[in-house]
């Protein structure tokens, strides 16, 4: 294997059983949490610094809930050791924003689905020590003529609030979520979010200073582009994809993505560039180039890929029909035909801003919702606080 980005900066690394550099300790710091899933969508686990017991007092537990074009996913935690410890977790796909690539409403059967998880996501809020919480959705709802109407009708059958949030508070919220991943020695990095209706683009300059800064203080420069999985699927096609077809997703987001490149484009020029994704694209990408029989959150998040070893798959993928794509673990049937949309996304990301190394997080919108309301209520800064 080629030079890997944390051995020459002198970063301590491990090999996992699957060949690949992840950072030492990382899979002892990771611990299984509850979790609804299919076989093929992630399970979340349990945030911890490895060095300390948990705490058995009762802690106060906070709610995260992400409610975006594709998936609906709740994420609850308590205050542990500057971070937090996942109590309990919540993933389904609802395809909230099913025929939104060619239409402007929610359908009722996409509305129904997500009614039923929302129902799912209440009771488990109801069933913890929730002392604040934060439910959010994102560009499904913002596209919808109907989105608002939806709100109104999850507040009447399901007795929650969701804050539809604005584009900038997405891709802000993103960045707290998996910034921690951004490497201390790397003087700019691009983040980027592939959701289901949107996708988030931001560039962090400057090496990572004292803990106690916020991530968002980082941002440079932002962007929402108004294209995701679903919503490019529905234009192209996802069932059948060519490398013609592939190629136009491609050109269609790298129009999308250029007011950014053009204010961003010098960050691949600082040092120790790299790019740094969270979405269920790169969490597949990864899971399918370590070959895992079943996705696996501990080895997949925080792991870096080399600039080929991500052509690599891609070009694997493209060579697929929709029943292997169904087949494979990392996939699943219900993400086969947005697999290769969430692909061309990555691949406009990585034209603009060529890296030798991406880092792939397991994480994102929820969690930065989680730091965002520990920060405010400043729960490490407590005198024995978890």
């Known amino acids: 294997m080629r030079g890997h980005p944390l051995t020459h900066l002198g970063i ?21 949490a509850a979790d609804d899933h299919t076989p093929a969508q992630r399970r979340v686990a349990t945030r911890s610094n490895g060095h300390h017991p948990s705490p058995r007092r009762a802690a106060r537990a906070y709610a995260a809930l992400d409610l975006g074009t594709n998936n609906c996913r709740l994420l609850i935690a308590e205050p542990s050791y500057h971070e937090f410890r996942v109590v309990d977790a919540f993933s389904r796909i609802v395809r909230l924003g099913e025929g939104l690539g060619i239409g402007d409403r929610l359908n009722e059967d996409a509305i129904d689905r997500t009614i039923a998880a929302l129902k799912v996501c209440r009771a488990k809020i109801e069933a913890r020590n929730v002392v604040r919480s934060r439910l959010i959705a994102t560009e499904a709802c913002r596209l919808a003529s109907n989105g608002a109407a939806f709100i109104q009708r999850v507040r009447s059958d399901v007795g929650i609030d969701i804050e539809i949030v604005d584009r900038q508070t997405e891709a802000t919220l993103a960045v ?118 079943r996705y696996d959150r501990r080895r997949v998040d925080g792991m870096w890929m080399r600039e080929d070893e991500i052509s690599a798959v891609i070009d694997r ?68 606080s978890a």
């Not at 059983?17 to 299984?32: D, I, K, S, V």
């Not at 932002?222 to 995701?228: F, I, K, M, R």
């Not at 059948?240 to 020029?269: H, N, Y």
């Not at 880092?359 to 407590?382: N, P």
């Open 12 to 32: 301590a690394t491990v090999q996992d059983g699957g060949g690949q550099l992840a950072p030492a300790g990382a899979a002892e710091r990771a611990q299984r």
């Open 176 to 293: 707290m979520g998996c910034a921690s991943l951004a490497h201390p020695k790397a003087g700019s990095v691009i983040i980027f979010d592939i959701g289901g209706g949107s996708t988030e683009v931001a560039w962090l300059d400057g090496q990572t200073g004292s803990s106690v800064l916020c991530p968002s203080e980082r941002i440079r420069a932002w962007d929402s582009l108004a294209v995701g999985v679903v919503t490019l699927a529905e234009r192209h096609g996802g069932q059948r994809v060519t490398p013609e077809i592939f190629e136009d997703m491609v050109d269609e987001v790298s129009g999308r993505l250029l007011p950014f490149a053009l204010k961003a484009g010098a960050a691949a020029g600082a040092a120790n560039f790299h790019l740094l994704g969270t979405s269920g694209t790169v969490t597949t990408v990864g899971g399918i180039h370590l070959g895992l029989e």
């Open 317 to 384: 993928l493209l060579d697929t029909n929709l029943d292997q794509r169904a087949q494979n673990p990392c996939i699943g049937r219900d993400r086969a035909d947005l697999v290769l949309a969430g692909c061309a996304i990555l691949e406009a990301i990585r034209r603009a801003f060529p890296a030798n190394y991406l880092r792939i997080a397991d994480r994102g919108l929820r969690e930065g919702i989680l730091m965002s309301m520990m920060r405010e209520d400043k729960v490490w800064t407590r005198r024995g």
